[in-house]
């Protein structure tokens, strides 16, 4: 395993490389895979988390499993980086058995375009399309949820139609409302709540993501499945999520 | 009634302790104190445990009345204080009676104060931490911005409180010129060799619209190799974000969990107080150290705060 803490990190490394540590700082480190988003890395991913998250390990005090990699934080006063190391790779080599999805599969209701989707003209102008097109291809496939993040339950979504791949927004848009359904290179994913957004934002649903008063707040977990289904303005309106 | 009301808050003040730790599966941003030194020690010249929640004061402006006998102290940017009408030093230990007003002003340098008061503040905890998360609504009171006759609770107060004062060394230097030491970043061969120069040798200013995301900060871009998007990985505070425009984002206590942007150095976790001290229009530049001496510097500091509190609460306080 390589501690990586200068130049020179190889590029678009494939699925059968080792892993690889990337110092986050003094008190964080992210462990990456490889640089590719695909289902069986994801499955290594949170196949270490969950085994970090159960040993509890004094010193590691928030993990946060991602496409292609984990991030762990710790308290160096308590764990050392070398210990950590240990405690990674030891785990890593671990025998038992891969993580497998969670059987879920997640029907999103979205009205497309319209001042719900502010973006879906200029990614329909990116891609040569009609708004109707965008709307259709987006509906189509079954997403996985990659992982968690960004913000109170955000689920990174990949399987994006390859005719919607859109670089993301040069910097930071305005800020989003909650249940907005945005695009960024072949991901898609749903604000919970209102924030900038640099994705490109083609719709929004009546779900919420996150809703502290529910008994599971978080819409989302990571390894379940999504498809998205196209409502009108009406039944947006008329949605109630209990 | 163990309490503080608020009289004026200010243009910003929020209840923070040191932040939600265990929900970064979720996408449950850190939150907490954005210079947690001055929240501990704070903290612990008011007797309290180390993360015991304050009041985060952004930009002065705030009062607020006493209901009740109580030590407390003021720690973070050089802002003007008084105690009924009496000026009050922050860094130390001291006392109000009840009904007595503290005021904070303008600082004078620096961004955020944090007032202490002996036993806490009592709010309901959310996932572990009572620190206020505005973007999600969460934490804090009501997961809002504190307002005016808002009244908050105490918890039961404690009998530490050896500690009167903070011995220089641990208070952090407060400028509006501000140096922040940083390790390299994950992505950091993602910048061209100019791009590396410029980071490094540029001094760039805090944008007015920060916030406790993010500071934006304005200067020389910073040229990329490949572009500015990675596979979504693991964001957290101190972490030097370079979007595609090339303008820095330096992430504060409420970043997303996630990001999708390179990240061209890490400022080391004894500077993040310096980070949280920087308000809009103040100038900053990146020293790039290695990962020893960030090291020696976080077990130097741990070690001399511990002390601290060991003194301070000898039945077991928290670090």
């Given amino acids: ?242 | 009634m163990r309490a503080i009301t608020i009289i004026e808050p200010g243009p910003l003040a929020t209840v923070q302790d040191k932040g939600r730790f265990g929900f970064r599966h979720c996408g449950v941003p850190v939150c907490g104190a954005m210079d947690p030194q001055a929240l501990r020690l704070a903290n612990l010249l008011a007797g309290n445990r180390a993360d015991a929640a304050c009041i985060e004061i952004t930009m002065g402006g705030f009062s607020a009345r006493f209901q009740v006998d109580a030590h407390f102290a003021l720690a973070g940017a050089r802002s003007p204080a008084r105690l009924n009408g009496g000026a009050v030093s922050s860094w130390r230990r001291c006392f109000a009676r009840k009904g007595e007003m503290i005021e904070i002003g303008l600082p004078l340098n620096g961004f955020r104060t944090y007032l202490a008061v002996e036993g806490g503040l009592d709010v309901s905890p959310v996932m572990g931490s009572r620190s206020t998360f505005l973007k999600g609504g969460l934490g804090g009171l009501e997961g809002r911005a504190l307002r005016k006759e808002d009244v908050l609770f105490l918890g039961p107060a404690v009998s530490g409180g050896a500690i009167s004062e903070i011995p220089a060394e641990l208070i952090p230097a407060c400028s509006d010129k501000t140096v922040l030491r940083a390790l390299a970043g994950p992505q950091i061969d993602r910048l061209s060799p100019c791009g590396m120069q410029t980071f490094w040798g540029s001094e760039y200013v805090v944008s007015s619209r920060s916030d406790r995301m993010g500071s934006l900060l304005c200067g020389p871009a910073v040229e990329l190799e490949c572009g500015a998007d990675i596979i979504s990985d693991g964001a957290f505070p101190g972490a030097v974000q370079i979007p595609g425009n090339g303008q820095p984002v330096v992430l504060g206590c409420d970043c997303q969990t996630t990001g999708g942007y390179v990240k061209a150095a890490s400022v080391i976790a004894v500077d993040l107080p310096g980070l949280g001290q920087l308000g809009p229009g103040a100038t900053v530049r990146f020293a790039r150290v290695g990962l020893d001496e960030a090291r020696l510097a976080y077990l130097k500091n741990e070690y001399l705060l511990g002390r601290l509190f060991e003194k301070s609460h000898e039945a077991g306080g928290g670090r």
């Avoid at chain 1, 992210?30 to 695909?38: L, P, Q, R």
């Avoid at chain 1, 990674?88 to 375009?113: F, H, K, S, W």
């Fill in chain 1, 1 to 242: 395993m390589r501690i990586e803490t200068d130049f020179g990190s190889p590029r678009n490394r494939g699925a059968n490389s080792e892993p690889q540590v990337l110092l986050c700082g003094d008190t964080g480190v992210s462990v990456e895979f490889a640089k590719i988003i695909d289902p069986d890395i994801n499955r290594r991913v949170r196949r270490l988390y969950k085994r970090l998250k159960t040993g509890a390990h004094p010193g590691i005090i928030d993990l946060g499993p991602a496409y292609c990699s984990l991030f762990i934080r710790y308290d160096p006063f308590i764990c050392s980086l070398e210990k950590l190391l240990c405690i990674i790779e030891d785990n890593l080599e671990a025998p038992g058995g891969a993580v497998e999805d969670t059987p879920r599969i997640i029907e999103v209701p979205v009205c497309y375009g319209g001042e719900f989707g502010p973006d879906t003209g200029e990614v329909a102008g990116f891609h040569s399309l009609g708004a109707p097109q965008v709307a259709a291809l987006h509906a189509a496939p079954l997403y996985r949820v990659y992982m968690i993040g960004f913000i109170l339950g955000f689920p990174y979504l990949g399987g994006l139609d390859e005719r919607l791949k859109t670089p993301r927004k040069k910097s930071p848009g305005p800020i989003v409302a909650p249940g907005s359904v945005g695009v960024a290179d072949r991901q898609s994913g749903i604000y919970p709540v209102a924030s900038p957004a640099g994705w490109w934002i083609i719709g929004r649903t009546p779900l919420k993501v996150f809703d502290l008063q529910r008994k599971r707040p978080f819409l989302f977990e990571a390894g379940d499945a999504v498809r998205f289904r196209q409502i009108t303005r009406e039944e947006f309106e008329s949605y109630n999520d209990h």
